[in-house]
């Protein structure tokens, strides 16, 4: 592949909902193997760029890309082949109660109805042993911690061998030993040769995950960069961000 048809692209993206700018002639670039955080205080539209580049919602103007298909302004049928090779892990898991563990892994290639059942099951419990949680596959999302919920998801996220996996706040609500868990396991995805973009305000995790990192402040990218240029950076709003100040009170 050429560096065109082997990474994400956005291009002077503007987003608005409800008169709220959310995003303003924003840009991203997530090349394969170069893993990226974006990062922003609560409700500086982090999500909203996931949910951009899935195609759940569209952009007032500018350019959005995956592999080189530009899906900006077309209907889902035409990127559907290409948005697979994306998978999202949501903040909260988001695994369908009904469902046993099991079950939640396995509903997309279910639903695809390309494989066996018995091939579907051995990636299931394959996916679940990378993650740490087999001996869950007959439980119920309700019977798991925090924790768990988080590996199942990624678990499900893993099951249709995507290129690319997005991570919604994937440390929130963790406590310390959760947190290294979920480290611990983008770190060997990106071994696998997994492509991770992740949205946090956790720096820790962010440092410890990713190569490069684009900082929202104010609808606009603000910063983008490797780490030790972020924290060289002279930027008032990045140096605010990474050592908050009284300035930053009641915000």
């Given at each position: 592949m050429t560096d065109e048809e082997s990474c994400i692209r956005m291009e002077k993206v503007?987003?608005?909902?409800?008169?709220?700018?959310i995003l303003t002639d924003f840009d991203l670039l997530l090349e394969q193997g170069v893993n990226r955080t974006i990062l922003g205080v609560s409700g500086s539209g982090k999500t909203t760029i996931l949910k951009l580049i899935l195609g759940?919602?569209?952009p007032q103007t500018g350019m959005i890309s995956i592999n080189g298909?530009?899906?900006?302004?077309?209907p889902e049928s035409e990127y559907r082949e290409q948005r697979k090779k994306i998978a999202i892990v949501?903040?909260?898991?988001?695994l369908f109660d009904s469902m046993?563990?099991?079950?939640?892994?396995?509903?997309?290639?279910?639903?695809?109805?390309?494989l066996s059942q018995a091939e579907i099951e051995e990636i299931v419990r394959e996916k679940l042993r990378f993650v740490g949680v087999e001996p869950a596959l007959d439980l119920y999302p309700a019977e798991l911690s925090g924790g768990m919920?988080?590996?199942?998801?990624?678990?499900?996220?893993?099951?249709a061998d995507p290129e690319y996996i997005f991570f919604d706040e994937p440390t929130t609500g963790l406590d310390p030993?959760?947190?290294?868990?979920i480290i611990s396991l983008m770190n060997r995805l990106q071994e696998a040769g997994k492509t991770t973009l992740m949205v946090t305000?956790?720096?820790?995790?962010?440092?410890?995950?990713?190569l490069r990192f684009s900082l929202i402040h104010e609808s606009r990218l603000a910063f983008e960069g490797t780490e030790e240029e972020l924290r060289n950076s002279p930027l008032p709003n990045v140096q605010e961000f990474l050592q908050p100040s009284e300035k930053s009170l009641f915000v």
């Open positions: 503007s987003y608005n909902v409800g008169g709220r700018t759940l919602i569209k298909l530009e899906i900006t302004g077309k949501f903040q909260g898991g988001a046993t563990v099991g079950e939640n892994v396995g509903y997309r290639l279910f639903e695809e109805g390309r919920k988080k590996r199942v998801a990624i678990a499900r996220a893993l099951a030993i959760g947190v290294y868990n305000h956790d720096l820790p995790t962010a440092f410890a995950t990713s």
